[in-house]
């Protein structure tokens, strides 16, 4: 009986100390990383399906700011005949020149290796139901930046966007 008591008489100070140890912690924690002024992740999230085409084309970032971007192919045509990914230029690159240059780079997942260098970042090729997170720099330089998919045919049929960095 008196174990009893006991056990209740402790949680209700245990629960109280481990409260005021968190507060604790995150205090410090938070302290110097709230005058570092580093800049909130800007997390975009496309999507891809059968008819070829994003769920957003026209996105904004911050110059400098860490981005994500996740894809995710929703459509079901096996991966031989309908894939994506997001190949994010570099600025002045023509979307249509990578685009041609990608169709004979099957074997490197429709990233030409002659314009390796002519790309910002880029996510895998993403067959049914696969999907893919890259984390990157967005550029200083304000302006707009073209991204496709570069399988084969699908930037012609409309799978491209601008990402604008402000
Ligand atoms: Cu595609």
């Known amino acids: 009986m008196l174990r009893t008591m006991n056990k209740y008489l402790l949680l209700p100070v245990l629960a109280g100390s481990l409260i005021l140890t968190g507060c604790g912690k995150k205090d410090e924690a938070a302290a110097p990383t709230a005058s570092a002024a580093a800049p909130a992740v800007a997390s975009l999230e496309f999507t891809a399906n059968d008819s070829m085409k994003y769920n957003v084309t026209r996105v904004e970032v911050t110059a400098g700011q860490d981005v994500k971007v996740s894809l995710t192919n929703m459509g079901s045509i096996p991966k031989a005949a309908m894939a994506h990914n997001w190949v994010l230029l ?40 696969q999907s893919d997170e890259i984390s990157f720099k967005a550029p200083t330089e304000p302006g707009e930046y073209h991204f496709l998919c570069s399988f084969p045919a699908h930037f012609l049929s409309g799978m491209t966007g601008v990402l604008v960095v402000k």
Not at 95 to 107: G, H, I, N
């Open 90 to 129: 570099k600025k002045g690159v023509e979307p249509k020149a990578f685009a041609d240059a990608a169709v004979t780079a099957a074997a490197t997942e429709y990233i030409p290796a002659s314009m390796a260098d002519q790309i910002i970042a880029h996510t895998k090729l993403l067959g049914p139901k």
